[in-house]
């Protein structure tokens, strides 16, 4: 346990708001030491601040208490509930066009949330698509075969564990992600497929020319 776990766990057993001086009494700390994890609690949301009724002369002391509620700090297990739905997902009929279409809407969704939904031109479409892909851990490559038809390989998949079970459900939301994105941003372009594994540690996205609906 650390010594900020520690300060934490003092506020919580002491039933009442503890100042500065009490924590450092109690932990056998300096008050600056004291001071000093109690306002980096506080800058996290972990403890409050009150401040006491005045009863004696002079400046009151500050008190502080744990918040109550979950700890924001404490561990996480996403890979676990990505499991759980990609299962759910594969139950589904046609679960790969579901699949795709899970990662379309979610990009496209993202894509407004941020802001980015606005026409790009080829070049602008893949730069910004690598980058995408990049922020969620891709190691994307772009790969240039001719002009109308490029490449970007993926070093790198988020889900590696997930995606060597569920394949099926894994690779389809990511080819979707892509597609969507591309779609939100008006690009000329799209993804056709994506290749998992098309090379040994690496899978590969086929860039094509977007057919626009007239």
Excluded at 26 to 43: K, Q, Y
Excluded at 54 to 77: E, I, Q, S
């Amino acid at each position: 346990m650390t010594r900020r776990d520690e300060v934490l766990t003092a506020l919580r057993t002491a039933g009442t708001p503890l100042s500065v001086l009490d924590v450092a009494e109690r932990l056998s700390i300096h008050p600056n030491t004291a001071r000093f994890h109690l306002e980096a609690l506080l800058e996290r949301g972990r403890v409050e601040m009150i401040k006491p009724g005045r009863t004696k002369p002079g400046r009151p002391p500050l008190m502080f208490r744990a918040t109550a509620g979950m700890d924001p700090d404490g561990p996480r297990d996403y890979r676990v509930l990505a499991g759980v739905l990609a299962d759910a997902l594969a139950r589904q009929r046609d679960p790969q066009r579901r699949a795709v279409a899970a990662g379309q809407a979610w990009a496209k969704k993202e894509a407004a949330t941020n802001g980015e939904v606005q026409p790009l031109d080829r070049d602008q479409a893949f730069e910004r698509l690598t980058g995408l892909l990049a922020e969620m851990g891709f190691a994307p490559q772009k790969r240039s075969r001719n002009h109308d038809l490029d490449e970007i390989g993926l070093h790198n998949c988020p889900f590696l564990e997930l995606a060597d079970t569920r394949r099926d459900i894994i690779c389809p939301v990511h080819l979707g992600l892509m597609q969507g994105a591309l779609a939100a941003w008006d690009a000329p372009v799209t993804v056709e497929a994506l290749v998992p594994f098309a090379e040994p540690g690496l899978c590969i996205a086929n860039l094509t020319p977007r057919r626009r609906v007239s």
